[in-house]
């Protein structure tokens, strides 16, 4: 099992940044493939970024791609969203999640581990 804590949300103005951390408990953290989801009011949990276990391959969804970047660093048990160029409407609640497959999965219920969420709110 592993456990997530995710931190770094708050308020920033549109065109700023934020970077998110999600620090995991337990020895096998390069086991798993990480995601970023969000999940804005009204709206259902969407896929953001996610990571593979080496950290060698990436994927974004394209509201974010070019903004946003994630990266890990195994030796730390830490997962990063470095959030760039901010918009109104990137205002949600930052899930990470981790699963125990390879492959970089953009559908929630593939991931089988979630944090408690960081808020981001930006204002316009």
């Known amino acids: 099992q592993v456990q997530l804590v995710e931190s770094g949300g708050g308020l920033v103005q549109a065109g700023g940044s934020l970077r998110l951390s999600c620090a995991a408990s337990?020895?096998?953290?390069?086991?798993?493939?990480m995601g970023w989801f969000r999940q804005a009011p009204g709206k259902e949990r969407e896929f953001v970024a996610g990571?593979?276990?080496?950290?060698?391959?990436?994927y974004y969804a394209d509201s974010v791609k070019g903004r946003f970047t994630i990266s890990r660093d195994n030796a730390k048990n830490t997962v990063y969203l470095q959030m760039n160029g901010l918009k109104p409407e990137d205002t949600a609640v930052y899930y990470c999640?981790?699963?125990?497959?390879?492959?970089?999965?953009?559908?929630?219920?593939?991931?089988?581990?979630w944090g408690q969420g960081t808020q981001v709110t930006v204002s316009s």
């Open positions: 337990g020895r096998t953290f390069s086991s798993y493939t």
């Open positions: 990571i593979s276990q080496s950290g060698g391959r990436t």
């Open positions: 999640a981790a699963r125990s497959g390879k492959a970089i999965m953009i559908g929630a219920d593939s991931y089988d581990y």
